[in-house]
């Protein structure tokens, strides 16, 4: 149009609809109802994948009588996931760094589907640890771009309510998909579980396919947080790594401390295992509306709830109701805090996003296997009461990280964005 002095004018209806990529140098236009799709199948995504992860703790006696072997070897199954997550998450997204963001997810997916139907059929414990192995490969660089997928697809001023949308799912896992998973499996045949999160492997493959626009990736590598510093993100690796420790050295040995501090008996373990599921949910559900406006600080706060839960834990477990009321918030702490790390993680990241989070991811994990290792060195040489109070005084260390993130920066805070206008060229959808 042409205003009254002859000049051309562009009005607001005349403009193209809102591009949550331009601010990283992505052209990837989306409907807001796709995005939300997008989000959805991401979430369903972490959803499936801890479920997978963890599934066979809860068929562990089922699975270790039909394969012939001992609890331990089954129990191998989890460890040797966890640790092939730790060592591949920085070297496969290094990797496909350089691939379009949809192709390295879809493929992540169909990787999963493959390896837990290989699972589900495997005749020997042998092809199911390989099997197993290779899911382990998919989920260390699927949690890798998975964040930054989900705020890419959301304008920046919601990156935090994005990653807390697709945290939920795994959230849920621990509600819905593991107990389902392990009622199915004892009831059914161990192998059903797994023949079902191949078929939703498949259907993920489908909706990545689907909802996520074809990019090509130019130069990923200048793709970093809205606020670079390398100190601040090797403040959260450190945070990430610690608190987790602390946590895990406490809720790996939660059924013995549950039975043998709090008294409760063993039909009681699901109700009260439940309340901390449940927290966990609503913990990343809440944060996702505060993460965005004060991310340094509830990043804090939710650190600083885990110590508290635990170390009140340590002083009150003996008495059923405080001990309840404690696990349940410290679901939802431990759930806001998980959040609020990853959310961190992309805003300072001095590298590529996506290797930022796969140096998170690698924390987070490293944290699982030394917090049981921790645990189970305390719980053989110690009271049970010691795993709560030791993991609280790490959480506090954790905490302490945190709060000297700010005197280790190197930029400030809320300087402008580093934009990269070289990151992505988008190809026909």
Not at 77 to 86: C, D, H, K, M, Q
Not at 192 to 209: C, E, K, R, S, V
Not at 345 to 364: C, F, H, M, R
Request: with cysteine; hydrophobic share 55%.
């Amino acid at each position: 149009m042409r205003n009254s002095a002859g000049e051309l004018s562009v009005t607001d209806e005349m403009l193209p609809p809102y591009d949550p990529l331009l601010e990283s140098g992505v052209r990837m236009p989306l409907t807001s109802r796709r995005a939300a799709a997008a989000l959805l199948m991401l979430s369903v995504g972490t959803f499936s994948y801890v479920t997978i992860e963890v599934l066979p703790i809860g068929l562990l006696t089922v699975m270790a009588g039909d394969l012939d072997r001992s609890n331990s070897q089954i129990g191998l199954l989890v460890s040797g996931y966890a640790v092939i997550v730790v060592l591949t998450s920085i070297p496969l997204t290094r990797l496909t760094h350089r691939f379009p963001r949809r192709t390295v997810l879809s493929g992540t997916l169909a990787v999963v589907a493959v390896a837990n139907l290989l699972a589900a059929a495997a005749p020997t414990y042998e092809v199911l640890f390989g099997a197993r192995l290779v899911t382990a490969l998919s989920q260390a660089l699927f949690w890798s771009i998975a964040p930054s997928i989900a705020t890419s697809l959301v304008p920046p001023d919601q990156q935090g309510r994005a990653v807390a949308r697709i945290s939920i799912g795994a959230a849920l896992a621990s509600v819905l998909g593991v107990p389902l998973g392990t009622w199915l499996g004892t009831n059914t045949s161990w192998r059903i579980p797994f023949l079902l999160t191949a078929g939703l492997g498949a259907a993920l493959f489908a909706g990545a396919m689907t909802l996520l626009p074809r990019v090509e990736v130019q130069d990923a590598t200048t793709r970093r947080g809205k606020a670079p510093d390398a100190r601040r993100y090797a403040a959260v690796v450190a945070a990430a790594a610690i608190g987790v420790t602390g946590f895990m050295t406490f809720n790996t040995y939660v059924t013995p401390f549950l039975l043998e501090l709090s008294g409760f008996g063993t039909a009681a373990l699901g109700p009260v295992l439940l309340a901390s599921g449940l927290g966990g949910v609503v913990g990343a559900a809440l944060v996702g509306r505060v993460l965005d406006r004060h991310p340094w600080a509830v990043l804090l706060q939710a650190i600083l709830l885990v110590a508290a839960v635990l170390l009140g834990l340590a002083a009150f477990g003996q008495w059923k109701v405080p001990t309840v009321v404690l696990i349940a918030v410290g679901g939802l702490a431990y759930s806001a805090m998980a959040v609020a790390l990853q959310t961190r993680t992309l805003q300072v990241a001095p590298i590529n996003t996506s290797l930022a989070s796969a140096g998170t991811n690698s924390a987070y994990n490293l944290g699982i296997a030394a917090g049981a290792l921790l645990g189970g060195v305390l719980i053989d040489h110690s009271s049970v009461r010691s795993v709560a109070t030791v993991g609280g005084l790490l959480v506090v260390l954790a905490a302490l990280v945190v709060l000297s993130e700010p005197l280790l920066a190197r930029t400030r805070v809320g300087m402008p964005e580093c934009r990269d206008d070289h990151a992505v060229r988008e190809e026909p959808a």
